[in-house]
């Protein structure tokens, strides 16, 4: 059973960047499909980035694509989210997960998850 936790949360100026780390223990990391999520105070969950085992292909949505990279080291048991540019709107708990058997946008679909680290966009 992974267990993931997160850190490089903050407070940031817009514009900005930060950099998020997950470290993964547990089972082999390079079988597992990584993702990131974030929820702010009021809103629903949504998708950020994911990259399957190999660190080959990564996914973005249309709000962070551009901005946002994901990456991961296998070596290190480690999944990284680069973050620049940032906007107030990027404000919001964000959360490392992992699921086996594919990438998915759809955060159910994942079994493992981190404690979630508070990223603040300041205007």
């Known amino acids: 059973q992974a267990q993931l936790v997160e850190s490089g949360g903050g407070w940031v100026q817009a514009g900005g960047s930060l950099r998020l780390s997950c470290a993964v223990s547990g089972p082999t990391f390079s079988n597992y499909y990584m993702a990131w999520f974030r929820q702010a105070p009021g809103k629903d969950r949504e998708f950020v980035a994911a990259i399957n085992r190999s660190g080959g292909s990564t996914y973005y949505p249309k709000s962070v694509k551009g901005r946002f990279t994901i990456s991961r080291d296998n070596a290190k048991n480690t999944v990284y989210l680069q973050m620049n540019s940032l906007k107030p709107e990027d404000t919001a708990v964000y959360y490392c997960?992992?699921?086996?058997?594919?990438?998915?946008?759809?955060?159910?679909?994942?079994?493992?998850w981190g404690q979630g680290t508070q990223v603040t966009v300041s205007s």
């Open positions: 997960v992992a699921k086996t058997g594919g990438v998915s946008d759809i955060s159910d679909r994942y079994d493992y």
